[in-house]
């Protein structure tokens, strides 16, 4: 029991310090909060493993952590404000999906005899290139990929992530200004009050908000969010089960139901203005992801490394040949330089990197259009993954 309660401690308190380190020290920033939560969990499953805790425990927390977390990252999204987008903006995001999909296909079939459950990977990386980490979380939990596969894809993605961005930032605006038209500037007014709370939404910056008032506010969202799951999980148990029960196993039979409904939930309460504008959902939504790291962390299965190489491979691939394509399809359709490289950003990143990028790339006009497009990945991810990993699944 002691074990118990510690490990549920360890969840819910070790984010924080990590968020707490990541800010103070440049290095553990670059490795990033999400890694250091699953570091931290999996050497921490040593002693509760060695204390007798019962680790399913934390298997079980982390499908409901990555429950609650989804519909409060979709709250904040303003999908009214898509009207805002120019017809290449949105051209050139429909263009990086297509080049996820087909890559998706490719690696499928390629890897399939390689890498374990290769459609549910397959999947995951749909959701992580149209949307981000949530919905390969979301996607992978709806899908009953294990936690060792999860992680092991998540830390591939880190690694991969890395080396593209860093080619994003330096190499491809050189690319990209020679094989496609020069960005001409649309000459509207910047935004500046809009692009500044998207800043400080993706970013996490703190507020000048009264504390009470800021924690008041992550409770109501958090109550909101777990009405949503009690929504999905009540439609769930209205569901024919081969369990012929009510138990966890028929909730688990329809985690892909339950997070289709949790998704289409968060986004359907974005449209309510006051929750759409309320501070906070998207960075008390990341918490759960992280305490949903740790978790992860703490279940993990070190014999899972011997396909390390095999995901790793396949993640490359649909990364960078995603990315190949997008840029094939931009020259045809004659997409300009910029848009295309901030559609490509909002794809593999989502909102969270588009300001660092538009600010490489020197144009504040793109950076409002870029987290529009990285905001509905986020909408649109967990539809996209779930529906072809069951296309996967039957080919």
Same mark, same amino acid.
């Given at each position: 029991?002691?074990?118990?309660?510690?490990?549920? #401690?360890?969840?819910?308190?070790?984010?924080?310090?990590?968020?707490?380190?990541?800010?103070?020290?440049?290095?553990?920033?670059?490795?990033? !909060?999400?890694?250091?939560? &699953? #570091?931290?969990?999996?050497?921490?499953?040593?002693?509760?493993?060695?204390?007798?805790? =019962?680790?399913?425990?934390?298997?079980?927390?982390?499908?409901?952590?990555?429950?609650?977390?989804?519909?409060?990252?979709?709250?904040?999204?303003?999908?009214?404000?898509?009207?805002?987008?120019?017809?290449?903006?949105?051209?050139? &995001?429909?263009?990086?999906?297509?080049?996820?999909?087909?890559?998706?296909?490719?690696?499928?079939?390629?890897?399939?005899?390689?890498?374990?459950?290769? =459609?549910?990977?397959?999947?995951?990386?749909?959701?992580?290139?149209?949307?981000?980490?949530?919905?390969?979380?979301?996607?992978?939990?709806?899908?009953?990929?294990?936690?060792?596969?999860?992680?092991?894809?998540? %830390?591939? =993605?880190?690694?991969?992530?890395?080396?593209?961005?860093?080619?994003?930032?330096?190499?491809?605006?050189?690319?990209?200004?020679?094989?496609?038209?020069?960005?001409?500037?649309?000459?509207?007014?910047?935004? &500046?009050?809009?692009?500044?709370?998207?800043?400080?939404?993706?970013?996490?910056?703190?507020?000048?908000?009264?504390?009470?008032? !800021?924690?008041?506010?992550?409770?109501?969202?958090?109550?909101?969010?777990?009405?949503?799951?009690?929504?999905?999980?009540?439609?769930?148990?209205?569901?024919?089960?081969?369990?012929?029960?009510?138990? #966890?196993?028929?909730?688990?039979?329809?985690?892909?139901?339950?997070? @289709?409904? @949790?998704? %289409?939930?968060?986004?359907?309460?974005?449209?309510?203005?006051?929750?759409?504008?309320?501070?906070?959902?998207?960075?008390?939504?990341?918490?759960?992801?992280?305490? $949903?790291?740790?978790?992860?962390?703490?279940?993990?299965?070190?014999?899972?490394?011997?396909?390390?190489?095999?995901? $790793?491979?396949? @993640?490359?691939?649909?990364?960078?040949?995603?990315?190949?394509?997008?840029? +094939?399809?931009?020259?045809?359709?004659?997409?300009?330089?910029? %848009?295309?490289?901030?559609?490509?950003?909002?794809?593999?990143?989502?909102?969270?990197?588009? +300001?660092?990028?538009?600010?490489?790339?020197?144009?504040?006009?793109?950076?409002?259009?870029?987290?529009?497009?990285?905001?509905?990945?986020?909408?649109?991810?967990?539809?996209?993954?779930?529906?072809?990993?069951?296309?996967?699944?039957?080919?």
């Amino acid at each position: 029991m002691l074990m118990s309660v510690l490990m549920i #401690l360890a969840i819910c308190f070790l984010p924080r310090l990590t968020v707490l380190a990541t800010a103070k020290v440049p290095m553990l920033n670059t490795l990033g !909060s999400v890694f250091l939560c &699953y #570091l931290g969990g999996l050497i921490l499953s040593f002693a509760f493993k060695a204390g007798g805790a =019962d680790m399913s425990l934390a298997s079980d927390l982390s499908s409901v952590l990555v429950c609650i977390a989804m519909p409060l990252i979709l709250f904040s999204a303003d999908l009214p404000a898509l009207k805002k987008l120019a017809k290449p903006m949105l051209i050139s &995001y429909a263009m990086n999906v297509v080049a996820v999909l087909i890559m998706a296909f490719l690696a499928f079939f390629l890897f399939r005899g390689i890498v374990q459950n290769a =459609d549910l990977a397959s999947a995951m990386l749909i959701g992580d290139y149209t949307g981000g980490t949530p919905n390969l979380f979301a996607i992978g939990k709806s899908l009953g990929a294990d936690n060792d596969q999860i992680l092991l894809l998540q %830390t591939s =993605d880190m690694i991969g992530g890395g080396i593209y961005f860093f080619i994003l930032i330096s190499l491809m605006p050189v690319i990209t200004r020679k094989l496609l038209p020069h960005y001409v500037p649309v000459g509207h007014e910047v935004n &500046y009050g809009e692009t500044a709370h998207y800043e400080s939404e993706f970013s996490g910056e703190k507020r000048s908000i009264k504390p009470w008032r !800021s924690f008041l506010n992550r409770v109501l969202l958090v109550l909101l969010s777990l009405c949503c799951v009690a929504v999905a999980m009540g439609v769930a148990l209205l569901l024919p089960s081969k369990f012929g029960n009510v138990g #966890l196993a028929k909730l688990s039979e329809f985690m892909a139901v339950i997070m @289709l409904v @949790l998704t %289409t939930l968060g986004i359907a309460l974005s449209f309510v203005k006051k929750v759409r504008s309320s501070t906070d959902s998207y960075s008390t939504g990341q918490y759960f992801i992280l305490m $949903f790291s740790v978790a992860m962390g703490l279940c993990f299965d070190f014999s899972a490394m011997s396909t390390a190489l095999g995901v $790793f491979a396949m @993640l490359m691939l649909v990364q960078f040949g995603t990315v190949i394509l997008h840029l +094939i399809m931009a020259k045809i359709g004659k997409i300009d330089d910029q %848009t295309m490289l901030i559609t490509s950003t909002a794809g593999i990143y989502g909102p969270a990197f588009i +300001i660092p990028v538009a600010n490489a790339l020197k144009n504040e006009e793109i950076v409002l259009p870029g987290i529009l497009c990285g905001i509905l990945g986020y909408a649109i991810g967990n539809y996209l993954g779930i529906a072809f990993g069951g296309l996967f699944s039957l080919l």
